[in-house]
C-alpha cells in the first residue's frame, strides 16, 4: 500500500487578508503556526519514511513544526512549489476579479486551464508536482507532501485520474488540512482521494 498525504501550510498574513500569493514567499504567521502544531499532533502517529516540501518559507517553516524531533529528512523540491500567480501575486482576490472579470470567473470554477494572468494553469502546476510526488514515492510507502493549495488541489485530481470537468469534485485546502491518497499500486492514475481534517 502508498499513502501520500498532501499536507497544505499554514495560515500567512496574505491568507488572512484574501490576497493571492502565489509563487511570492510569504511567512507564517501565528494562526499559521499554531495551525501547523495541530497538525503535528494530528499526524504524530504516522510513519512517514520521506517527506518533501516547497521551498517556499511558509511551507518550509510548516514542514519543520510538523516534523519536530522526528529522524526525517525534509526534502525541498522545486517542483512542489505553489502556482505561479503572474500579474496575480499580491492582488487582493476582490481586486483580481474587477480587473480580470472572465479569467477569474473561469479560475474559481475552476478549470484545469485557466490560470492565473500570466502565470500556470492548475494543469501545469499539478502535473510537475504530480511528477515530483511521484518520484519521491518511488524511494517511500507513506510520503509527506507540504505544499500549497492551488497545486495540489490540482495534483490530487492528477493522480486520482479524474475527468477533466470532474476538477471542482476535488475539494480546496483550508490551512494544514491534507488530501490523503492510497494506492495499492503506486501507479498514477490508481489512487483513492479522502480529505482529513487537521
Known amino acids: 500500500m502508498k499513502t501520500i498525504v498532501l499536507l497544505r501550510h499554514g495560515e500567512t498574513a496574505w491568507n488572512a487578508q484574501g ?6 514567499d510569504i511567512l507564517l504567521n501565528d494562526a499559521g503556526r499554531r495551525q501547523a502544531k495541530k497538525a503535528a499532533l ?3 502517529h504516522t510513519e512517514f519514511d520521506a517527506a518533501i516540501v516547497s521551498p517556499l518559507a511558509r511551507a518550509n517553516e510548516t514542514g519543520r513544526i510538523m516534523l519536530g524531533a522526528r529522524q526525517l529528512d525534509l526534502g525541498t523540491v ?5 502556482t505561479n500567480g503572474g500579474q496575480w501575486e499580491g492582488l487582493l482576490f ?4 474587477e480587473r480580470w ?15 492565473p494572468v500570466g502565470g500556470e494553469t492548475p494543469r501545469q502546476s ?23 493549495g492551488n497545486t495540489l488541489r490540482a495534483a490530487a485530481h492528477l493522480l486520482t485520474g479524474h475527468k477533466d470537468d470532474e476538477y471542482a469534485s476535488v475539494p480546496r ?5 491534507a488530501h490523503v491518497l492510497q494506492s495499492n499500486t503506486g ?8 480529505q482529513t481534517s487537521v
Open 78 to 82: 522545486d517542483g512542489v512549489k505553489e
Open 173 to 177: 485546502l483550508e490551512n494544514c488540512r
Open 19 to 24: 490576497r493571492y500569493q502565489g509563487q511570492t
Open 126 to 148: 499539478g502535473t510537475r508536482t504530480a511528477s515530483a510526488v511521484l518520484q519521491a514515492l518511488d524511494k517511500a510507502n507513506v510520503l509527506l507532501v507540504i505544499s500549497h
Open 42 to 44: 494530528r499526524w504524530r
Open 94 to 97: 476582490t481586486e483580481i476579479a
Open 187 to 194: 501507479e498514477f492514475r490508481t489512487f483513492t482521494l479522502t
Open 101 to 115: 472579470p472572465e479569467e477569474h470567473a473561469a479560475f474559481r470554477l475552476p478549470e484545469l486551464d485557466s490560470g
